[in-house]
């Protein structure tokens, strides 16, 4: 069983399956610990009927689609509007759902191997004891990787979704291999310390690095899972009896964990501490994450029994599914089982149900058995402890895909196998199982040298893994301009992936380069669409690539780019502003442009790409014609409209519409007054101004004193500005108006004078009926005093 274990270990160190090459490794690997360690027991038929049922319902996807009554209405649609004469297998990827089956061939294999080993005590603890250390050890490598990118081989598989930590793609399956390498290691201590072992202080020490690497990563699942996982092993397995003592234990677990993780400086801490003060989190965590999985079961009820097809959620789910998310790609619904009910339906979901019932009622009792050996309790407790490891990883399917990865997969696996008690399996395997399994080996390690072999770009198979060599080939033949060559490729990469949406959007750049005719380009962008009809990045980026062949036709995607951004209107004007910004160079493009505004928000922004001249006039006139009654706009659109037109358009004709429409004027009174002072009507512009100028009120005094006084003071510190401010007010109140502005005509003149004083000297002069340095004032005031 040991082997088994450094299968799972080297297997996740080499990157966990997500490259071809590794999962080409992985699989020589568990093909090889088949031929030299096959099943010794034979398992229950509930055991291998659910097994062999398991790996015949993908099959079922190769069958013709006229057995089952006939392609859905949406093949039709993509056949009829688009041409694309998908295979008329159940699968409508029927190349995806055979390289799917393979992979589901060699884990279901690798399973039914781990649950027939019916190792010994000692088999179980060496093999419990290598997980633990293995864990720990990834664990220990997933820092240094996350700390300097060292493991290069972690990082060229699959695209990472979010964060990278370890050789998964996903944080949080890291996270959560790491909690379970901490139950282990504790198992592990207990173990060796009940046996008085010297290996007990090795565990105790080793438990320390998975359990670290928690709080060094961001996923607050790890945590979650590490909180259950604990628990139950302290009341279940490390301790004896006493249900209070259990509960205060775990409690008590639970506590400092909690308490670790929350005052944690690290990622960590600052995700629960913004969760428990309700600050904003991803998007994928929270609501999303229900709607996705209420939408996956709306459409698992249309298919319950067959479902979709193995390995069609990320071409099929966009094209049945009626979630209005224009930013997100879906590549899975976060859920293992619900991933299994899509694909697979209930001919797939029940018999793994049946299997997992079988296999908790066959770990044995969870209590000290009144009947039970002393040499029966250390056997019982590390099965119980793999039980409880392999329960978390099941739990943590419910929420994530952690068991689609294979090197995921096989640990659980394997934890499941070791949960077993021997004495449930009573009948030997005998010779005929055993040779059964060594060909299954050889078959398992063939199908691993073609995945190696598609890794490393020897050969290219008709299945998927091979289009990520045949588009690294299409790219080599780009970079060397044989555009001819690489639509050959392309060709037949969509061949092996009909619903790849991806696969049509190069194809059709690579007729644009070779200067086919548009409307054949046309019709695979069109079609890249269709596959996608939510997604609103293609079509953005369609739109940009027809600017360098034919302009006109940006339009179209771009068109298609905002309706499917019209859920959202603030990304929506966003994405209209990045066009305007590509597009308006091409003066043909901007009538159109300006048809895609369907907003007033969005009409405004035209204006505001457009530049002074006769265009601003010209789509002035548009929104005004469109907007006869300005008054009626928000605030905000009409501050944006005059300032535009002041720095922009006629002013002349923006100060005859203020001045017949007086409930205009608070949002383009500057313009007016800017062009009532160039015509030398200072007092008309010095009273529009002063409407919504508003004095503020009279400072705070510092001291009452006399007039003579405060002007003694100011003359001898003549840069005292309270002083000042106080002599002005007063020579302001006794009348002397005259004298207030001398000593403010001071004041103002001062380093860093307050805007009010400005203002004030501009009303002292209008009062003194100097309406033109009253307007001049004024000026400098509304230059200060811009929030106005």
Not at 180 to 207: E, G, H, N, Q
Not at 417 to 446: C, D, E, M, N, T
Not at 561 to 572: H, V, W
Not at 714 to 728: A, K, P, T
Request: net charge positive; proline share 5%; hydrophobic share 45%.
């Amino acid at each position: 069983m040991v082997l088994l274990a450094c299968v799972v270990i080297t297997g996740i160190l080499l990157g966990a399956g997500r490259s071809t090459w590794s999962l080409g490794v992985i699989s020589c690997m568990a093909g090889l610990a088949m031929i030299c360690a096959p099943p010794k027991a034979r398992l229950p038929k509930i055991a291998s009927l659910s097994l062999l049922m398991v790996m015949a319902v993908p099959l079922l996807g190769l069958l013709p689609v006229s057995w089952f009554g006939g392609p859905a209405d949406w093949r039709s649609k993509l056949t009829e509007s688009w041409s694309l004469y998908l295979p008329q297998t159940l699968s409508p990827d029927p190349h995806g759902t055979f390289e799917c089956w393979l992979v589901m061939m060699v884990m279901l294999l690798w399973l039914w191997t781990c649950l027939g080993q019916k190792g010994s005590d000692d088999g179980r603890r060496w093999c419990i004891y290598t997980l633990a250390f293995g864990g720990a050890l990834v664990a220990a490598l997933s820092w240094i990787d996350y700390s300097s990118g060292s493991i290069a081989w972690w990082s060229d598989g699959e695209p990472n979704y979010g964060d990278r930590f370890g050789p998964f793609s996903n944080r949080n399956h890291s996270s959560s291999l790491s909690a379970i390498s901490t139950i282990l290691c504790a198992a592990s201590a207990y173990d060796a310390y009940r046996r008085r072992s010297k290996l007990s202080w090795f565990f105790a020490i080793l438990f320390w690095v998975p359990f670290s690497s928690i709080f060094v990563n961001t996923s607050r699942g790890g945590l979650g899972l590490l909180f259950m996982g604990l628990i139950a092993w302290v009341t279940t397995v490390a301790m004896k009896k006493g249900f209070v003592r259990k509960i205060a234990v775990g409690a008590a677990v639970l506590l400092v964990v909690a308490s670790v993780a929350t005052v944690s400086s690290g990622r960590l801490g600052s995700r629960l501490r913004a969760m428990m003060f309700e600050q904003q989190v991803s998007p994928l965590t929270s609501s999303l994450r229900f709607d996705l999985a209420k939408e996956t079961l709306a459409l698992v009820t249309t298919r319950p029994l067959l479902g979709q097809g193995f390995d069609t959620f990320v071409p099929v789910f966009p094209l049945v599914s009626n979630m209005e998310m224009s930013r997100y790609r879906f590549m899975h619904p976060e859920s293992d089982l619900l991933l299994l009910l899509f694909e697979g339906g209930l001919l797939a979901t029940v018999p793994c149900v049946v299997l997992l019932f079988w296999i908790g009622r066959s770990t044995g009792g969870w209590g000290q058995a009144i009947h039970e050996k002393s040499h029966e309790r250390p056997g019982r407790r590390l099965r119980q402890a793999a039980a409880i490891a392999a329960a978390m990883a099941l739990v943590h399917s419910i929420f994530d895909v952690p068991n689609h990865g294979v090197g995921y997969g096989l640990s659980t696996a394997l934890l499941l196998g070791l949960s077993i008690r021997p004495r449930r399996l009573k009948v030997p395997g005998g010779w005929i199982q055993a040779w059964a399994f060594r060909l299954a080996g050889v078959a398992v390690i063939a199908v691993g040298i073609m995945w190696w072999g598609i890794g490393t770009s020897r050969w290219t198979p008709e299945v998927p893994t091979a289009n990520r060599v045949l588009r690294d080939r299409i790219s080599t033949e780009v970079k060397g301009g044989r555009y001819r060559e690489a639509l050959m490729l392309s060709n037949r990469t969509i061949q092996i992936a009909p619903l790849d949406y991806k696969l049509y959007y190069l194809r059709a750049q690579l007729l644009l380069l070779l200067r086919q005719e548009p409307e054949r380009a046309l019709l695979d962008f069109g079609r890249s669409r269709a596959l996608e009809p939510r997604y609103a990045n293609t079509c953005y980026k369609e739109g940009e690539y027809w600017l360098g062949f034919v302009p006109e036709l940006a339009m179209i995607p771009w068109r298609e780019c905002l309706r499917r951004r019209s859920i959202d209107p603030a990304l929506m004007k966003q994405t209209y502003a990045s066009m305007l910004g590509k597009a308006m160079v091409f003066p043909e493009l901007k009538p159109p442009l300006w048809g895609l505004a369907e907003s007033t928000e969005m009409q405004l922004t035209f204006l505001m790409y457009t530049r002074k001249g006769e265009d601003w006039e010209k789509y002035l006139a548009k929104f005004l014609e469109a907007h006869p009654k300005l008054e009626i706009l928000e605030s905000k659109d009409l501050r944006l409209l005059m300032r535009q037109w002041h720095q922009k358009g006629d002013r002349h004709a923006l100060v005859q519409l203020l001045e017949e429409n007086p409930s205009l004027q608070s949002y383009g009174w500057r313009t007016m007054c800017a062009e009532l002072a160039l015509e030398g009507r200072y007092e008309e512009a010095y009273f529009v101004a002063s409407k919504f100028m508003k004095r503020q009120d009279r400072p705070m005094r510092i001291e009452s004193n006399s007039i003579q006084r405060l002007e003694r003071i100011f003359v001898f510190n003549s840069s005292d500005m309270r002083s000042g401010i106080e002599l002005y007010y007063a020579k302001r109140a006794s009348g002397d108006l005259k004298g207030a502005r001398a000593t403010a005509e001071k004041v103002v003149a001062l380093p860093d004078a307050p805007a009010y004083m400005k203002l004030e000297l501009a009303y002292l002069h209008a009062e003194l009926m100097d309406f033109r340095r009253a307007w001049e004032m004024m000026e400098l005031a509304m230059l200060a005093i811009q929030d106005v």
